[in-house]
Structures are given as structure tokens and as C-alpha cells.
């Protein structure tokens, strides 16, 4: 892959492959609030959701994370905007 743009190219090809009627690249920044909902849940308010409560949930982004990819599938009725 020479740059941002052919990789972009290269998922959205096989993503479109694999049946996603959708697939969007955003930039990864900051969460307003996340030490609110860290302390949310270190406080035990998450209950039985213990997935919020993992260390992947829970972890720092990595600087070199600067995007993430969004999907969407077609299941059955066509979404409602």
C-alpha cells in the first residue's frame, strides 16, 4: 500500500465483498468525559455488564491509533434516517 487512500480503497473493496452496504473511515479522537465514565465504573455502577469493565474497554488509545472503521450490514428492512 503506498498511502492512507489505497488502503482505504483496499477495505472498502472487501468489505463491500463481504456484504456491507456501508463502510466509513473516522478520526479517532478524544471521548469527552472518559474519566467520568472510568470512575462510572470503577464506582461498580456498571452492574452486570462487565465487558464495560475490561482492560480493552477501559485501556488508552495508543497514539498511533488515528482512525477507525464503521460498517453497516443490511439485514432485512432498510434503515430508517
Given at each position: 500500500m503506498?498511502?492512507?487512500?489505497?488502503?482505504?480503497?483496499?477495505?472498502?473493496?472487501?468489505?463491500?465483498?463481504?456484504?456491507?452496504?456501508?463502510?466509513?473511515?473516522?478520526?479517532?479522537?478524544?471521548?469527552?468525559?472518559?474519566?467520568?465514565?472510568?470512575?462510572?465504573?470503577?464506582?461498580?455502577?456498571?452492574?452486570?455488564m462487565g465487558y464495560l469493565a475490561r482492560p480493552d474497554t477501559l485501556g488508552d488509545l495508543d497514539e498511533e491509533f488515528r482512525r477507525t472503521l464503521h460498517s453497516y450490514k443490511n439485514r432485512g428492512k432498510p434503515p430508517r434516517f
Open positions: 503506498k498511502n492512507l487512500e489505497e488502503l482505504y480503497t483496499a477495505i472498502k473493496t472487501e468489505a463491500n465483498r463481504l456484504g456491507f452496504n456501508h463502510m466509513g473511515v473516522a478520526p479517532a479522537l478524544p471521548v469527552p468525559h472518559y474519566q467520568d465514565f472510568v470512575s462510572w465504573v470503577e464506582a461498580g455502577w456498571h452492574g452486570d
